[in-house]
């Protein structure tokens, strides 16, 4: 689903990646990124992030067999996104959600791809936190016929996600959002 068809699209997505590298090395320690190079990096946040987004669509569209069909690998991998050391920066995120939609914007109308991906993480988040409370992740059901909650948005506005985990935390803590 993300930047697989076309040469263009990956340059395109990668040109987006890139031109933010600067904000999105700020987001770790200095240490840890001062010996990479910005189009290496760059390179790096592309295929994390895109890898992330798609693992997350296929989690809350229950279509793993396009994946893996090895339960315990998916787990894993589900896991190992929450490791405060594989946290990958909400922006670059919104980064790879824009140019997405952007690229999706001619060929799809009704839909709006942004706020399908942003239902997903939403999704994935709810799903991730009833595993972890011993609840039933697979009763939730998605719709994605509706806007995103305003109330989200706000809050996102008012308190803006660094990572993934800060939205997990959220939701632990029973916020909204």
């Known amino acids: 689903m993300f930047i697989k068809d076309g040469k263009k699209l990956k340059e395109d997505f990668y040109k987006n990646v890139k031109k ?12 840890e990124v001062q010996n990479w190079i910005d189009k290496d990096l760059a390179r790096r946040f592309l295929v ?4 992330l987004l798609q693992f997350i669509v296929l ?13 315990d690998l ?7 996104f929450f490791l405060l050391e594989n946290q990958l920066p909400y922006q670059l995120l919104e980064i ?5 939609a952007e690229a999706l914007s001619a060929e799809i109308t009704g ?19 009833l595993s972890l409370t011993a609840q039933q992740p697979h009763q939730i059901q998605i719709d994605y016929s509706q806007p995103h909650p305003p109330h989200e948005q ?3 506005e008012e308190d803006p996600l660094h990572y993934l985990l800060h939205l997990l935390r959220r939701r632990l803590m029973g916020e909204k959002g």
Do not use: H
Request: proline share 2%; glycine share 4%; net charge negative.
């Open 48 to 51: 994390d992030g895109c890898a």
């Open 74 to 80: 998916v787990s894993i991998e589900k896991v190992d």
């Open 111 to 129: 839909i709006n791809p942004k706020e399908l991906i942003k239902k997903s993480i939403t999704g994935f988040i709810n799903r991730s936190f």
């Open 59 to 71: 989690d809350v569209n229950d279509e793993w067999e396009k994946f893996s069909d090895d339960n």
């Open 96 to 100: 790879l959600i824009d140019s997405f």
């Open 154 to 156: 706000q809050q996102e």
């Open 20 to 31: 933010e590298i600067y904000s999105l090395r700020n987001c770790y320690n200095v240490k």
